[in-house]
């Protein structure tokens, strides 16, 4: 049974950072690509980054770019989203992802499983 259990999601002020992890069981971890996505209340689910199998490639929203880092752990079958200067509008439920994409990492029809997703919330 595939299994993506988001971590270390929280209330943090803005400015400050968050790191999620998303731990993977259930599947051959490193022959897939990883995302993360976010959803805010009354908006769409949103790409935020995206990492390919081997870490070597990595995506990232305009509106997160400079400021999160997505990594992952072949190892431990994890991957990671370091969250830095956070903003008030970061503020959403955090979704890890796995798929395998070429060129559509950007879209939730990519992904074959999903976590159950980790709320953040950023205050002014």
């Known amino acids: 049974q595939v299994q993506l259990v988001e971590s270390g999601g929280g209330l943090v002020q803005a400015g400050g950072s968050l790191r999620l992890s998303c731990a993977a069981s259930?599947?051959?971890?490193?022959?897939?690509?990883m995302g993360w996505f976010r959803q805010a209340p009354g908006k769409e689910r949103e790409f935020v980054a995206a990492?390919?199998?081997?870490?070597?490639?990595?995506y990232y929203a305009d509106s997160v770019k400079g400021r999160f880092t997505i990594s992952r752990d072949n190892a431990k079958n994890t991957v990671y989203l370091q969250m830095n200067s956070l903003k008030p509008e970061d503020t959403a439920v955090y979704y890890c992802?796995?798929?395998?994409?070429?060129?559509?990492?950007?879209?939730?029809?990519?992904?074959?499983?999903w976590g159950q997703g980790t709320q953040d919330t950023v205050s002014s």
């Open positions: 990492i390919n199998w081997s870490g070597r490639r990595t």
């Open positions: 992802a796995a798929g395998r994409w070429s060129n559509n990492y950007y879209y939730t029809s990519a992904y074959d499983y």
């Open positions: 259930g599947y051959t971890f490193n022959s897939y690509d």
